[in-house]
């Protein structure tokens, strides 16, 4: 089972930028798709981004142009660049392998991110 470990939330404000930066365990990292999930209070968790294994990306709606997904295989690392942050960017960012986020499962700790003035 591959491990997730987020990292690079934070306090910012709004126009802001951040990096969020996501390291998985396993040599076979590259072989997956990877996305970046997030869920605020009251809210279902929703999918922000995904890259497939050979670097194709997919954004929802309310992210396009903002957020760019990418990754490094050779550091087992996927990242979230989010630029021009809102307050409905507000969420706890995850991130999963699609396969296992559709069945629930290999959630890792999360990271805050939290748009304030």
């Known amino acids: 089972q591959v491990q997730l470990v987020e990292s690079g939330g934070g306090l910012v404000q709004p126009g802001g930028s951040l990096r969020l930066s996501c390291v998985a365990s396993?040599?076979?990292?590259?072989?997956?798709?990877m996305g970046w999930y997030r869920q605020a209070p009251g809210k279902q968790r929703e999918l922000v981004a995904l890259?497939?294994?050979?670097?194709?990306?997919n954004y929802a709606d309310s992210v396009k142009g903002r957020f760019t997904i990418s990754r490094d295989n050779a550091k087992n690392t996927v990242y979230l660049q989010m630029n021009s942050l809102k307050p409905e960017d507000t969420a706890v960012y995850y991130c999963?392998?699609?396969?296992?986020?559709?069945?629930?499962?290999?959630w890792g700790q999360g990271t805050q991110v939290t748009v304030s003035s």
């Open positions: 999963n392998l699609p396969f296992d986020a559709e069945k629930g499962r290999n």
């Open positions: 396993g040599s076979i990292f590259s072989r997956y798709a």
């Open positions: 890259i497939t294994s050979g670097g194709s990306t």
